[in-house]
């Protein structure tokens, strides 16, 4: 059975950092491409950052210059830098995976139980 489990969340002042990891486990071949989304109180969940599997990236423009997504394919593992958090970038963090589980089969995505964060002071 495929998972993905987020770690790191937290509560930080303002202007502080965090770094969220995500770790995929179980018998798949392969990940396509992978991101983090956040979902904050009576809001919907919302894009944070995408990496795809050679590494390009994309990011939300409110975390543009704040935040830095990579990935290590040999640990299965994705990652979110956060720096310079604001207290709008509290939410619950979730990690989103595109794997590829047959060769015989398109890639099913999944998504982690999420991680809260909370910025203030």
């Known amino acids: 059975q495929v998972q993905l489990v987020e770690s790191g969340g937290g509560l930080v002042q303002p202007g502080g950092s965090l770094r969220l990891s995500c770790a995929a486990s179980?018998?798949?071949?392969?990940?396509?491409?992978m991101g983090w989304y956040r979902q904050a109180p009576g809001k919907q969940r919302e894009l944070v950052a995408t990496?795809?599997?050679?590494?390009?990236?994309n990011y939300a423009d409110s975390v543009k210059g704040r935040f830095t997504i990579s990935r290590d394919n040999t640990k299965r593992t994705m990652y979110l830098q956060m720096n310079s958090l604001k207290p709008e970038d509290t939410a619950v963090y979730y990690c989103?995976?595109?794997?590829?589980?047959?060769?015989?089969?398109?890639?099913?995505?999944?998504w982690g139980q999420g991680t809260q964060v909370t910025v203030s002071s």
């Open positions: 990496i795809a599997a050679g590494g390009t990236t």
């Open positions: 989103n995976a595109d794997i590829v589980r047959s060769i015989y089969r398109r890639p099913d995505s999944y």
């Open positions: 179980g018998r798949f071949l392969s990940i396509n491409d």
